[in-house]
């Protein structure tokens, strides 16, 4: 009794921690109702359409490193990673509501930036700032950004949704963003960089939120389990495995993976595999299709986006077993996820 | 130019931030949306409903001392301010969204409570806690809490609807928060602090929305203007004058102050017009009546929640003028409000 007490939240890790504090809160939720556990709650909205509610707390040293990021760049990111997670549900973004805390000192050009590159992303996903709260900071600067979005109900895609036999498939290429987070972490200024590298750091800070495949794939039936890649597929299938209740082979083969990243990954001597499946903040999708049902999808988006819907892997009948293979092998990665409290 | 653009957050302020960064966002809302600049955006909703949307951000050593306030008191309090927004409304608050960063250090027995001090008050409020975020903070804790309410959009009470003439009232006492808080910094022991001090640093902990008040007054067409007293009406006044265009005479020997504070004032050699006009956090609701209205909602108000509804000033023309009088005579207050910015 006393060692449980005396546990603290960095033994309990995030998982652990939704499961705890979360239970009490699920219980008896109305009808139509959808709350923690997938990318955006759901609420009744007008007629068939459901309104998406989503928040991301970013702080200064965990999510972003202030000294290192363009105040351009930031503000971009904060909305583009809140957008990622209406585009996993196949939603419309709608309004926006944005808290900062800033360091006193902050410079007015600053901001100005940070706001400029907000705008940037928001003229183009018609989204409107509505609201917020804004505070000085201690300590580093805070951001929460909450966006509202709506959707039509029966399109919504849910993490709960995979079965035993659907293909996983990702909407676009992974490690990129965990590549640009390894090179900016080496501190190697920009004109040392090749164009390969100088392209990764931008996946990293300008990460496109797949807002527009998201709202395709909401549309046909025979996606069943979507969400956005924002801690590496190994940590984020791991969520699609608990709430389905599935487990999932990985063929590491099939893993999209760009020239740029193998370039880098060459010259610095990185794992790909480590980089391609347990790198964060990739935001594209992650969904799992009806298996007869995938070579017609993956064409009809070929035709709607020039580009392939690349298969990764399987959903199992295995309950929360996530094994990875490389050409008919079983393989074990070196690393797994990202998690919230380690520091 | 070079000056400008070295100019800091510090030298700002609070609401020369939101002048300067508002501008941008509150163009061209589609009709039926209110953004920025009252204690809720407001959206359009099922039927003559309307959507209320508040956020507030919450950082360790400006709202709140993490080191004194008790983790029970913490999960009230930060659910609590949010609530007294949709009070201010007139609203019924109804989903609850958290992101919560957390010292890696933290003992789960103190998360236990907080999330157990929050329960208390939402119970009683009939809000769900519908999803939110979770994140370690490299230095102390830092709380969002964004809130979903509904009301009827007739019955809506903006800070722009003040008229010359009006009256001006409040729902509660002023100043006991600022009494509690007073207390506090001064680190007296809860057994050394006589029963009126304890009383008022449970003032300071537990607000109470006033969202049966809000209720009430929303629904009478006669009150004009609403919102909430968290910065101290002298710095609240002056967001209705603004947003209304008008000025306000404030009589401050009408200010509603308790026994408990008189004592404790009287005891700690306070300035209680200072305390009651300048502090914080009651969380009451200030409102403007139609006056030759004021007596009957009084009345109105006595019988629904058995106390008074003090006027304590007058709504006037004069432009962003605020002016204190003391039985007829103007007088000039010590301090002027709270600034989100100043440290």
């Known amino acids: 009794m006393e060692n449980k007490k005396r546990m603290r939240i960095e033994d309990l890790g995030e998982f652990g921690f939704i499961a705890r504090f979360s239970a009490n809160f699920l219980k008896k939720l109305p009808a139509g109702v959808l709350g923690i556990g997938d990318d955006c709650a759901v609420l009744p909205w007008k007629g068939s359409k459901k309104l998406l509610v989503t928040t991301d707390l970013l702080i200064d040293g965990v999510h972003f490193l202030g000294e290192k990021i363009s105040p351009l760049d930031l503000g971009y990111k904060s909305l583009a990673v809140n957008l990622s997670d209406i585009a996993a549900m196949g939603g419309r973004p709608r309004w926006a509501f944005l808290s900062i805390a800033i360091p006193p000192e902050t410079e007015i050009a600053w901001l100005d930036e940070f706001f400029r590159g907000w705008r940037q992303l928001a003229a183009r996903t018609g989204v409107r700032l509505l609201g917020g709260d804004t505070t000085k900071s201690p300590k580093g600067l805070v951001i929460n950004v909450a966006i509202l979005g709506e959707a039509e109900g029966r399109h919504l895609k849910y993490r709960s949704s995979a ?32 164009l390969e590298g100088r392209y990764l750091i931008r996946r990293h800070y300008r990460p496109r939120p797949h807002l527009e495949e998201g709202q395709f794939l909401a549309g046909q039936p025979e996606v069943r389990a979507m969400m956005d890649v924002s801690d590496g597929i190994d940590s984020d299938l791991r969520r699609i495995m608990e709430r389905s ?18 370039k880098c990954g060459h010259e610095f001597g990185w ?3 480590e980089v391609a499946a347990a790198g964060g903040e990739d935001y594209c999708l992650l969904l799992t299709v009806e298996a007869r049902k995938f070579p017609a999808l993956a064409e009809k988006f070929y035709r709607r986006f020039g580009r392939p819907l690349p298969a990764i892997g399987q959903i199992t009948g295995e ?25």
């Open 271 to 273: 794992d790909l595999d």
């Open 163 to 194: 079965r035993p036999g659907d293909i996983v498939a990702v909407t676009g290429k992974l490690g990129e963003a965990e590549g640009g987070l390894r090179l900016i972490l080496r501190n190697i200024s920009n004109k040392n960089l090749r």
């Open 319 to 343: 309950k929360n077993q996530l094994r990875y293979f490389r050409n008919g092998q079983p393989v074990v990665l070196s690393k797994s996820g990202y998690d919230h409290f380690k520091l």
């Open 245 to 262: 209740g599935c487990g999932v082979r990985v063929f590491l083969e099939q893993l999209p993976v760009s020239n740029q990243l193998r």
